[in-house]
């Protein structure tokens, strides 16, 4: 206090002033130590707080893999004026065929099971008999019964131009002649049909074993024999379906008719897996009811990817009403944030750096720094093949139909743009911290 009194005097004024100054210094320094805190607090927690931030994040082609994440692009879908109708695939009986055995005999091998594709005129099964023997026996034994008739022929000819032999003896030479010679051709056309070739057979060269071919190429969809089992001409051993000529029989109904036209474009997906969506069009609407049902079929050929699809699974379709199609993404594609919604591109564009403000640290740290700095540069472009960017695109929502949804783009992006179709929200959760701590 006397220093106080030394520097200031005894005027109340003076005193008054002095302590009204210090006091407003000590508050100047006290409010910037605050703020240094403050900043320094504020940049630590958002260098090490959680997310990437911003609206761009990275991924490796490990986290990529592992989330099973799949790229595409922008669709064109008529999501906004169709009918719900349900249906069946089929294929026509045109487009499938029953594997039979033209001659009874026991299956000895069986080459197929359902599913399994087979060609034209492939082996699915051989058959044993002790017949198709037998008719190798009379065709080889055919050819020296019409040798010997030939020869009766040839003395009841002689015969008769000497007016010795009776007339009635040459004509039922000739037709014995005549009937060998026709049963050896029928015999030589059976042994055609059984798969052998009759040239081929000899008495050292019997075939024991007929071969059962599949008439046309496609799909085993049923194996109706097994080892063992007796089958003849009227029981198929397996039966063939061309699934590459799909067709989809939708049930509509009555009110609906008037609606459709040939050549709609039809969207349907299967009824146990709504994650795929497939296309047909409209090629014939029926002209009765179906059953006791009220619903007129309607029959639409399948077009572009079959893959996954058998005769006779049930579907669900979207018949377009018009061909006023919207941009479109599948539904796994868009996440919502904060009420709004987004897709995510990928991206050429870099996340947003962060400055590192701890100036003390910088300071007694600058070289090792530097290297460090160096060492990271080197690394970031060693691996910059292996990650992706993504960028947060907000979209608005529209109607959704078959997995899909219609959106309109807040800011445009390139007609070729990837987008994200599944793994959206894993990105999103990345982006934003949730899905853990994130350097």
Known sequence: ???????????????????????????????????DGHAHGDEHGHEHGEGQGGSIT??????????????????????TAVIKASGRLKVPNSNKANITALYGGVIKT???????????GAIIATIVHPQFIQLQEEYLAISSKIALAEQEQERQQALNAGNVGALKNLQ????????????KASLFQQLRLMGIEPDKVSHDNLQTELAVTSPVGGIVSHVYAQLGSYVDASSPVAEVVQNNQLHL?????????????????????LTNNPNKTYDANIF????????????????????????GLIDGMNITAAISLGEVSSTAVPNGAIV????KSYIFVVTDKQPEAHEDEHNHEEESHDHAEHEHDHEHETASHAHAEDVLNFEKIEVVRGPSEMGYTAITLVNQIPKEAKIVTTGAFFINAVLTGTAGHSH
């Open 1 to 35: 206090m006397n220093t106080i009194n030394f520097i200031v005097g005894n005027h109340p004024y003076t005193r008054a002033l002095f302590f009204l100054l210090l006091a407003f210094l000590i508050g100047a320094c006290s409010g910037r130590g605050t703020d």
């Open 58 to 79: 990275t991924l490796t082609k490990a986290q990529i893999q592992s989330i099973n994440l799949t790229l595409g692009q922008l669709e064109q879908k008529e999501l």
């Open 110 to 120: 069986l080459r197929v099971d359902v599913g399994t594709s087979v060609r034209q």
């Open 172 to 183: 039922n030479a000739e037709t014995e002649l005549n009937v060998q010679r026709t049963r």
């Open 249 to 269: 029989d939708l049930n509509v109904f009555e009110k609906d008719l008037p609606l459709l036209s040939i050549g709609q474009r039809i969207h349907f997906m």
């Open 284 to 307: 014939g609407i029926g002209a009765s009811f179906e059953d006791e049902s009220k619903t007129i079929p309607v029959h639409c050929a399948v077009s572009g990817d079959k893959t």
């Open 336 to 339: 919502d944030a904060e009420g």
